[in-house]
């Protein structure tokens, strides 16, 4: 079966919120991977309220780190956990959010991630996002996928290690430019979603929406990445 597995930095709902509910139903995603997602004052229900409104509900428990997964109707949630990251002194506290999830018989363990400006950082929640992500997925017999906000390019090293455990699904079915950041004059890739290899990408790149509301929603675009998985 095919399904949409997306990614996108909501940057706090601190924008255009009407925008970026209107990007993310355009997004049509089954799962989609978000950070930055409120997680101050009255955090679950603003949460609620912006996947109710673009047709999605949480999947994730806990709000460590601004993670979260959403999910669609065509998808249900077998399981869902939260972790809490290596601390590095000074630096803010990451999280990686994971649901395991079915459509049609196929299963999907899905993490978003947000990774820290950080260098050492990076790699080593990278690391260990891949090492929680496959140990969810191997309980419960289901393809790897992750999403997240990188905070650097393909060339750099948290990237490359997660393109060599997993493959880099823009690199492989690329849609458009694949720029992410900033959203307004983009000119860099920093967000992405990677996918265990028994995944086949049939494409991966931004959303159909109209650029007044990719300007206003956010300052990252989002990811989607069409994967087809099982028979």
């Known amino acids: 079966m095919t399904i949409r597995v997306a990614t996108y930095n909501l940057h706090g709902l601190r924008d255009d919120v009407p925008a970026l509910t209107r990007v993310i139903t355009a997004m049509r995603a089954d799962v989609l991977c978000v950070q930055e997602a409120p997680r101050f004052i009255r ?71 947000h990774l820290d ?15 929680l992500v496959e140990r969810a997925a191997t309980r419960l017999d289901a393809t790897v996928v992750l999403g997240g906000d990188i905070n650097e390019q393909d060339h750099q090293p948290a990237w490359r290690y997660l393109a060599g455990r997993l493959a880099d699904c823009y690199a492989v079915a690329p849609k458009g430019d ?19 290899h028994d995944a086949r990408v049939v494409s991966c790149g931004g959303a159909d929406a109209p650029m007044a509301d990719l300007d206003a929603a956010s300052d990252h675009l989002p990811v989607i990445a069409e994967l087809r998985v099982g028979l």
């Open 43 to 113: 955090w679950r229900a603003r949460r609620r309220a912006l996947a109710a409104a673009a047709g999605l509900r949480p999947a994730t428990p806990g709000r460590l780190g601004g993670v979260a997964v959403l999910t669609g109707p065509r998808v249900s949630v077998l399981h869902a956990e939260s972790h809490a990251l290596r601390a590095f002194f000074g630096l803010e506290r990451r999280g990686l959010a994971i649901a395991v999830v079915e459509a049609e018989g196929t299963r999907l363990a899905v993490g978003s991630l």
């Open 117 to 131: 400006l950080n260098d050492p950082a990076r790699v080593h929640h990278a690391a260990e996002a891949v090492a």
């Open 178 to 196: 694949g720029l992410t950041f900033p959203a307004r004059r983009p000119s860099a890739r920093i967000d992405g979603v990677f996918a265990a």
